[in-house]
């Protein structure tokens, strides 16, 4: 299994160097987010075990540069489709997280008011369209968003987020191949991360090269090295102008999930020696080394950004443990709009 | 600044866990996000790891022992001195954990029951009763706009109608020492007077035991004798030929047993689809006209009688009405009629002639408009083309409800029943 | 007021609404050149283009998905479902997503979408296409399930329904696409929730909704000539179940029957006779009875489909009994 999931290697290599166009404070802002991303999931880690998270808790230690790199391109008039595993995904898009925290302790102050929890986060005013359960559930929602921008004829692209497993379901087979019919402005990226809960990819796919899919479905398919944040956010890019001219992507990401598939998963199906043989990769460590190459970065910033950060988390924290809970007068709230009394 | 390590829950079903081993020992330095421990959960082994840097002071919970999720198992102290005292001291105070929240507030009980509704309902508005307790009404020849409902809505339910018979209860058993009450009507409780003997011995009276039947039987007759106008048709009729058909019928092999009481009734049904005014009833305020003919025929019993029903009588012949009449007078005799047996009955014939009785007025069975009193055959001197016979005669007396029959209607029935027992032919073609 | 047929009623209440609000587009298998498989769309495409008339592949997942991320992210759309047979292969989007995602997220989202499909069976169409499985989606919270009867009511409630902020499954019956009837002019909308009364009487309630109105109404027509008074009551929509007119009829009649197609236990019916228990109590001479499909997946010889249907002579047959005639 070991040398399965080591054999899938990205077409672009972790050294090489890379050139930066971006301004400093733009790469820092990249940064701070990676390492938000980490502390906050390690934070959620916390407090699931001290009970103060429930249900189910899908975390994205290790997938950070796929993450923000795809993901911080975006405009504000973009969108975001995305699965279960989206706390960073809801972060990178700019959500406070004080109330993506007070969500995951089921807050009256949480994003989803409570009502969601860890699975199903939603930011309106910031174009992310949630968080869904059921594998590939969320890709004929993506294709929907990519129709609407068209019929509206707007200057606006969406990023549909999905995993490996999920490239397995028939829903994704039918959204992609709508998506590509009708030329849809959709950024389809496939998180790869290598393993479908406890299944890795070439146990789940005839052809496990899933970006080779995009042949099959008229639109631009390739493969990104998904522990490298520029790497990826060149990428993204790319497929961001090909969207606004009328041609879908399909992104690959191969990156790495640190934990479990969840808390609860104890991740027998991998060794130990996988999992540091990954760390070794580490996109954040990575990025950091690439900017303190460049000059772009020092310990200074690094200490200072992680310090402001912890205190971020905690503040987080505080803010959630501080809130109400929903009180159950409101249990019917929301679920239709001006119903009738009889309903 | 210590910090207490606590059972962490590692899967949304966990609820306790066992230590399976401790990775480090009391005095080794710990730092965040290393793993310390192994937990056994509900699910798998898992690994547990450290949210604290410092010296793994005091350990609490040893290897293979369990805690509920969230108890402490551990503590870490921030250096070596603070470790020092907390392993020979007594326990830190523990930092202020994140506690649990209040447990939700149980809703506040509902008031208390509204108060019962007892009172007469008006007499069209629909009494609410449970379908138990109107079975149990029925049964008890109860009339549930009597009884006061305290269910939900004031309705009726079975312990207020069993509360009611208890109310009302009939004098039984317990009562031998008391005087004899009446007949137990619905609107009073019964006397009871304290004994009291009688100073001449008295007629030596005990109150009986009545049945249920008996005590409708009394009701109903009361009930029926009192309450309606009714009127009285004698006829005197000539069974010879009756009789000679009855004896053709017992001596043709194979015929089937037909008695007296299966001509009459066969006759009274011809008779009553001939006149179809008699067929009918009372029934609330206003005269009802029944579709089918339905003879009922009263059946003495050991205590009390019954009036099971022969259907669509009319219909059937001689020898399925006689078949219908015997099922029905065995199953009457072992106490199995069903309420089909003797519900929906239009017109009722009750016969004391085997009794040598020669002419009798029965009451109506309401809600019936007529019933007819056979009397003995017996041989009897008639004149007959002037010349004065012996000849077989019955006498038959017609009781009826003026509010629905009146005597010109009920004599012609009867003239058309009487001709029917006279030629008897006609009953069986 | 002038007689159109059920069809042309759904096709005028489309095209009056995309008319009106042009962020109304409907989508679904052969809707455009082929004009709909029940050709209710039919001269859409041409007036409205192929934008406002998307022709899909045949994905109902990949459908109702569409419509729903399109109806989260401004639009209105009306996707159709060939028949409701196929809507099981979409379930997970209409179920898990669109009936879900209001209350999910806590209000932040709302899915003004509505799914037309036709159930019921007749004409020999065998098993897997004569199956009526709204009752399913009324068991849903988070969604509408509306049925009419009449082409007025088709037309008016089809209105309302696209106007309406919820997702709603909108059914429509395979053999009333002919049945004509009048239709009001102009703007003709049906409150959503609200059950109809088609016939008054007094002796008995038959509740009834979709094909078999008529058929009950059919129904009533011979017991009247018995001298027998059924009131008619068509529900309109099974979620919101109007619950206070079927109530009102019972407290008159005393007496209940439902007649629905589609299976007997655990059916459309057997939520009426819940409600009716519930809160008709005291009002009930006899139990609530239900007049269903036989419990089988449908045959194709006539002589077996016939037996598998609800008839109009069972109805009255089980009216007569439940009234004391034989």
Redesign the interface.
């Known amino acids: 299994m070991t040398a399965e999931a080591t054999r899938l290697r990205p077409h672009t290599t972790h050294n090489q160097k890379v050139e930066f166009h971006e301004s400093r404070d733009e790469l820092h802002a990249m940064f701070r987010m990676m390492v938000l991303i980490r502390h906050f999931e390690d934070k959620t880690y916390e407090m699931y075990t001290r009970a103060r998270i429930g249900g189910y808790c899908h975390m994205n230690h290790g997938e950070e540069a796929t993450v923000v790199g795809t993901i911080g391109p975006l405009r504000q008039q973009d969108w975001i489709v995305s699965f279960y595993r989206e706390h960073g995904h809801i972060l990178a898009r700019g959500t406070d997280p004080k109330y993506v925290m007070a969500e995951l302790f089921g807050k009256e102050t949480g994003v989803a008011h409570g009502r969601g929890g860890s699975m199903h986060l939603f930011d309106a005013s910031r174009h992310f369209m949630g968080g869904y359960g059921i594998v590939a559930g969320q890709m004929p929602l993506g294709l929907g968003v990519g129709w609407s921008i068209k019929y509206r004829d707007a200057d606006e692209v969406i990023l549909l987020l999905t995993g490996d497993g999920a490239m397995a379901n028939g829903a994704s087979h039918e959204s992609l191949n709508m998506i590509g019919l009708y030329r849809l402005p959709v950024i389809t990226v496939v998180v790869n991360n290598l393993y479908g809960m406890g299944t890795t990819v070439d146990r789940s796919a005839a052809n496990p090269d899933l970006w080779k899919r995009g042949d099959m479905y008229a639109m631009h398919g390739v493969q990104v090295d998904g522990m490298d944040v520029m790497a990826v956010k060149r990428t993204m890019a790319d497929a961001m102008d090909r969207a606004r001219k009328g041609e879908p992507s399909l992104i690959e990401a191969i990156t790495y999930r640190y934990r479990g598939h969840s808390v609860a998963d104890a991740a027998r199906y991998r060794t130990r020696e996988e999992v540091e043989s990954w760390r070794d990769q580490d996109p954040i460590e990575r990025f950091y080394r690439q900017l303190s190459d460049a000059g772009m970065i020092a310990e200074d910033d690094r200490k200072a950004i992680e310090e402001s950060v912890d205190r971020q988390v905690e503040d987080a924290v505080e803010f959630a443990e501080n809130s109400p809970q929903p009180d159950p007068s409101g249990l019917f709230d929301a679920l239709y709009v001006n119903p009738p009394a009889n309903v | 600044m210590a910090t207490e390590v ?1 059972m ?5 079903t ?1 609820e306790t866990g066992t230590i399976a081993k401790w990775l480090k020992n009391v005095g080794d330095q710990v730092d965040k ?1 290393e793993t310390i421990a192994e937990i056994e959960t509900d ?4 690994e ?1 790891e450290s ?1 604290a840097s410092g010296i793994l002071a005091k350990i609490t919970v040893g290897e293979g022992q369990s805690a509920g ?2 108890e402490p198992i551990a503590v870490i102290a921030a250096n070596e001195s603070e470790a020092k005292t907390l392993q020979n001291g007594p326990q830190p105070e523990a930092p202020e954990t ?1 506690g ?2 209040e447990p ?1 507030q149980v809703p506040p009980d509902q008031g208390p029951p509204s108060q019962p509704q007892i009172g007469k309902t008006e007499p069209n508005e ?1 009494i ?3 379908p138990l307790a109107r079975r149990l009404a029925q049964e008890h020849e109860i009339n549930l706009s009597d009884v006061g409902g305290t269910g939900p ?1 004031g ?1 009726i339910t079975k312990e207020d109608v069993l509360s009611f018979l208890k109310q009302t209860a009939p004098v039984g058993q317990a009562a031998q020492q008391q005087a004899p009450a009446p007949a137990p009507t619905r609107q009073e409780a019964p006397a009871r007077r304290p004994e009291q003997p009688q100073p001449s011995g008295g007629r030596g009276g005990q109150p009986v035991e009545m049945t249920r039947m008996q005590r409708t039987i009394a009701r109903r007759m009361t009930e029926a004798r009192f309450s309606k106008p009714d009127f009285v048709l004698t006829v005197d009729i000539d069974m010879t030929a009756a009789r000679q058909l009855l004896q053709n019928i017992a001596g043709t092999a194979n015929a089937p047993k037909v008695g007296p009481n299966d001509l009459l009734i066969k006759a009274a049904a011809l008779a009553l689809v001939r006149h179809p005014k008699v067929n009918a009833g009372w029934e609330g305020d206003s005269i009802v006209r029944y579709n089918r003919v339905n003879v009922g025929f009263a059946v003495a019993l050991e205590d009390g009688l019954v009036v099971p029903v022969v259907r669509d009588a009319d219909q059937k012949s001689l020898g399925e009405i006689a078949r219908d009449a015997k099922e029905l007078i065995d199953k009457a005799r072992s106490g199995k009629l069903a309420p089909s047996d003797y519900e929906d009955g239009t017109f009722t014939i009750s016969n004391l002639g085997m009794y040598g009785i020669e002419q009798f007025t029965p009451i109506i069975n309401p809600p019936e408009a007529c019933i007819m009193g056979v009397g003995a055959i017996e041989q009897r001197p008639v004149v007959v083309d002037g010349q004065v016979t012996i000849r077989d005669r019955m006498r038959v007396s017609l009781a009826c409800d003026h509010r629905v029959i009146d005597g010109a209607q009920g004599a012609q029935f009867l003239r058309t029943f009487v001709g029917l027992l006279e030629n008897p032919m006609l009953t069986v073609l | 007021m002038p007689e159109i047929t059920y069809r042309q009623a759904l096709h005028d209440a489309l095209r009056e609404e995309m008319q009106r609000d042009d962020k109304v587009f409907l989508l679904g298998e052969e809707i455009g050149i082929f004009g709909g498989s029940y050709k209710v769309t039919e001269g859409l495409l041409d007036e409205f283009g192929s934008k406002r008339v998307l022709e899909t592949p045949i994905a109902e997942g990949g459908i109702i998905g569409l419509a729903t991320g399109s109806a989260m992210t401004g639009l209105r759309p009306v996707a159709e479902i060939m028949t409701i047979n196929f809507i099981i292969v979409g379930m997970d989007q209409l179920v898990n997503n669109a009936a879900k995602i209001p209350y999910m997220f806590g209000g932040e989202a709302r899915v003004p979408l509505v799914v037309r499909t036709p159930s019921g069976a007749g004409h020999q169409l065998t098993a897997q296409h004569s199956q009526v499985l709204e009752v399913w989606f009324a068991y849903v919270p988070g969604m509408y399930v509306v049925a009419p009867s009449t082409p007025a009511d088709a037309k008016g409630l089809l209105k309302a329904a696209i106007r309406n902020d919820n997702p709603i499954l909108f059914v429509e019956n395979v053999l009333l696409y002919n049945e004509k009837g009048e239709v009001p002019e102009g703007e003709h909308v049906v409150e959503i929730g609200k059950a109809d009364i088609k016939r008054q009487g007094e002796d008995l309630t038959i509740i009834a909704y979709s094909r078999m109105v008529p058929l009950a109404l059919e129904a009533a027509d011979v017991l009247a000539e018995e001298g027998l008074s059924a009131e008619v009551v068509d529900l309109r929509s099974l979620r919101p179940l109007d619950v206070d007119t079927i109530v009102e009829s019972v407290k008159k009649t005393n007496r209940a029957l439902v007649v629905h197609e589609g299976w007997y236990k655990y059916g459309a019916g057997a939520e009426v006779v819940a409600q009716l228990q519930e809160h008709a109590f005291d009002y009930l001479d006899h139990p609530v009875e239900r007049i269903t499909g036989a419990e089988v997946p449908l045959p194709y010889a006539t002589t077996l489909e016939r037996a598998a249907l609800p008839r109009m002579e069972d109805v009255v047959e089980r009216a007569r009994f439940m009234l004391g005639k034989r």
């Open positions: 606590v962490p829950r590692l899967s949304d966990m996000g699910k798998a082994n898992m547990m949210y999720v969230g994140t649990k929240d939700d629909r609410k009763a449970s809505g309705r």
